[in-house]
């Protein structure tokens, strides 16, 4: 199976930045999209960003300008730069990825386990 491990979260002030990494490993034949999701509470898990193998990205409005995503094919790892941070940023960030177990295989998706973002005002 896959583990995605999520790493850079904590707390920041708006106007702050804070990088988050999500690392995937197991038994992995390729990777198609990775991406990162957030929840806030009270409110559904929303799209932030993905990003294909190839480096096709797509935002969220809400975050365009602000954030960047990119990946590193070679580490299996998807990373999220994020620059003037606001209060409603806060949420817990997941990341998740479409991955290929084998040659020829189905795609499967897989969930981080989260990791905590909260900006002050």
């Known amino acids: 199976q896959v583990q995605l491990v999520e790493s850079g979260g904590g707390l920041v002030q708006a106007g702050g930045s804070l990088r988050l990494s999500c690392a995937a490993s197991?038994?992995?034949?390729?990777?198609?999209?990775m991406g990162w999701y957030r929840q806030a509470p009270g409110k559904q898990r929303e799209l932030v960003a993905t990003?294909?193998?190839?480096?096709?990205?797509m935002y969220a409005d809400s975050v365009k300008g602000r954030f960047t995503i990119s990946r590193d094919n070679a580490k299996n790892t998807v990373y999220l730069q994020m620059n003037s941070l606001k209060p409603e940023d806060t949420a817990v960030y997941y990341c998740?990825?479409?991955?290929?177990?084998?040659?020829?295989?189905?795609?499967?998706?897989?969930w981080g386990q989260g990791t905590q973002v909260t900006v002050s005002s």
């Open positions: 998740r990825c479409a991955a290929v177990l084998r040659r020829g295989g189905a795609t499967y998706g897989y």
């Open positions: 990003i294909t193998s190839g480096g096709s990205t």
């Open positions: 197991g038994s992995i034949f390729s990777i198609n999209a």
